[in-house]
């Protein structure tokens, strides 16, 4: 009969309407500004530099080695290599950034820096509520607003962090006989297998 | 590139291409109608120059370009991890299949082998995306039809549930830029796979409420059946590949074919179409959605433990054996390649990509000469594309 097709629909439709009132699963979205789905472990947007002990300047892991700035696919960081050294937190004096710049408007988040950094200087940001007024200066972020402590970082990535911790501790207990406390506000992480990056 | 008005001839000239019931109604005036670029259902910045009899379509032209990027000169110039985030953007829908495809050939090129968890990742998730592809490109094709919003949200619904996965597991929803040369980037924990075991699970209920609200419908009949028909050997000379080819009945499926991957260890079938037209193409859909859930399925029992990365493969600084390799997947569009060249440096010398929607749209006009105008919006989103891919 022509119109049962057109009434089975509605049916789905029907259904559907009165499901979203009991069914999480029928339902999904939330109200977005006040109300958040919490972010998953894995999620990535921008990246950001780390920092050991408490301060900004001196505790900075980068090296300016460059590889971030070679491998980058939208070539969208920036760097300048320092002309003096300072002790990194194994001890051993090292170059440092002099200008360490990414362009918001430029990088896609896509990770590669973070995978080809031997140092395991930088790491990927949640933030994604990037929005800036200007268009110019603000799009750039300096080495100052990309810094960031290591106890940022274990408060984003906790399983990620720890396994970085205990492989920086683990590379800093064969180099020196006596290491060092662990860098930053490391917790006592049981040895995990290195990521798989 | 650009098409203009007065390439069009009237159709007066080829009346052969007419089809027998249509007459001449306008004293073969025809009116030249650019449709495009900004339409709402050209899904993207796409133009058609179509030529007009009344409302009946007696030319039309296809113009593209306006999101062209220089996709395959970019990847020449940056190394071959470089290429891989740009893949994503190729077709934003299904960026998995896009690394996948990519991944694939430069693992030909270089001779390096995927541990077998990753093997088995990398059906899941292709299916996966095969799913959240399909049940989207039905939204959009009864949103063309004028089905507004309710069947695009129930798809959109689904689709979002897949789109957690690929986020929880590659870290973004659309641009995951998830594989690597010689396995997956991480791992997917016992919570991924039990959370990826539930949403299939609940996959059928889905498309069985789709297609109580589609199948039978009297509306999406008129409108799809008769229309837009293509023959098996049109499709075949004009190399459509995916979903638009089975619909003509041609048994062409690359897993079936090539066996990339672990598909030769899946029991699946091809669903073929018989008619090829707009509805065969769309039910295609339907019926491939079911099969890849079969996969999916299989894929949760069989998935061994180990590693998901070639510990031999090296990121940085990766320099494949001089040489050239083509790698092919069947994509939820059809068949998506990359052609690279390799001179024994850190760029490929060559870079080409197959895209299955660019090639698949080629025979457009065929589908649309004698339909009206209204109807070219239908055939359109049953061709499934995303500019992304074809203007590259």
């Not at chain 1, 109200?31 to 789905?37: A, F, G, H, I, M």
């Not at chain 1, 360490?100 to 896609?108: E, G, N, R």
Request: aromatic content about 10%; glycine content about 8%.
């Amino acid at each position: 009969m022509i119109g049962t097709g057109i009434l089975k629909g509605m049916a789905v439709t029907a259904r559907n309407f009165v499901g979203s009132y009991f069914e999480k699963d029928r339902l999904i979205t939330v109200q977005y500004p006040e109300e958040r789905t919490p972010l998953a472990e894995n999620y990535r947007n921008f990246p950001f530099l780390i920092y050991d002990t408490d301060d900004a300047e001196a505790g900075l892991r980068c090296v300016a080695c460059k590889i971030c700035e070679k491998e980058c696919p939208p070539q969208c960081i920036y760097i300048i290599k320092s002309e003096d050294k300072k002790p990194d937190y194994m001890g051993k004096p090292q170059f440092y950034p002099a200008v360490f710049d990414i362009d918001i408007s430029v990088c896609m988040s896509c990770q590669i820096c973070v995978e080809v950094c031997p140092f395991e200087a930088i790491k990927m940001d949640k933030v994604f509520e990037l929005s800036r007024r200007e268009r110019f200066d603000a799009l750039l972020q300096r080495k100052r607003e990309l810094s960031k402590s290591n106890t940022y970082y274990h408060s984003i990535c906790p399983t990620e962090a720890a396994e970085v911790d205990a492989k920086l501790a683990e590379a800093a207990a064969k180099k020196k006989p006596t290491p060092p406390p662990a860098a930053g506000s490391a917790p006592a992480a049981e040895p995990t297998p290195a990521p798989v990056i | 590139m650009s098409a203009t008005i007065q390439t069009l001839e009237p159709a007066a000239e080829q009346p052969t291409r007419l089809p027998p019931q249509m007459t001449s109604r306008l004293d073969g005036e025809l009116l030249e109608v650019s449709m495009g670029p900004q339409h709402p259902s050209t899904h993207g910045v796409f133009r058609m120059n179509v030529a007009l009899e009344g409302e009946i379509v007696r030319k039309l032209k296809p113009v593209f370009g306006y999101l062209h990027r220089n996709h395959e000169k970019i990847g020449e110039n940056t190394s071959y991890l470089g290429s891989m985030p740009y893949t994503d953007r190729l077709d934003y829908f299904c960026s998995m299949t896009n690394n996948w495809a990519y991944a694939l050939s430069v693992e030909k090129l270089a001779g390096i082998e995927v541990p077998e968890r990753a093997e088995y990742l990398r059906v899941i998730l292709a299916e996966l995306t095969r799913l959240q592809n399909h049940a989207s490109l039905l939204g959009f094709l009864l949103s063309d039809m004028g089905a507004w919003g309710t069947p695009l949200m129930y798809a959109f619904r689904e689709r979002e549930k897949i789109l957690d996965l690929f986020e929880s597991l590659s870290g973004s929803r659309m641009m995951c830029d998830y594989m690597r040369f010689g396995g997956c980037r991480v791992d997917a924990g016992v919570d991924w796979m039990k959370l990826a075991k539930k949403i299939v699970d609940f996959f059928p209920r889905f498309l069985d409420e789709f297609e109580n609200l589609i199948v039978e419908n009297e509306i999406l009949i008129a409108r799809t059946q008769e229309v837009g028909k293509l023959s098996a050997e049109l499709a075949i000379n004009a190399g459509i590949t995916g979903p638009m080819l089975r619909a003509c009945g041609v048994n062409y499926d690359i897993r079936k074919v090539d066996g990339y991957g672990f598909y030769p260890r899946f029991k699946f079938r091809v669903p073929l179409g018989e008619h090829g037209d707009t509805y065969d193409r769309l039910m295609m859909r339907v019926l491939e959605m079911r099969e890849s859930i079969g996969i999916l399925k299989q894929a949760f029992e069989q998935i061994p433990a180990g590693p998901v990365m070639n510990p031999k493969v090296k990121i940085r600084a990766f320099r494949p054996p001089v040489g050239e390799a083509y790698g092919r997947i069947e994509g939820p569009k059809g068949e998506l390649g990359f052609y690279l060249i390799s001179d024994g440096g850190t760029n490929p010398y060559r870079y080409r990509v197959r895209p299955p929607s660019f090639i698949n749209l080629t025979v457009l006009e065929d589908l649309c000469l004698g339909h009206t105008v209204a109807d070219v919006m239908v055939i359109l989103g049953s061709v499934d594309i995303v500019m992304g891919e074809v203007d590259r």
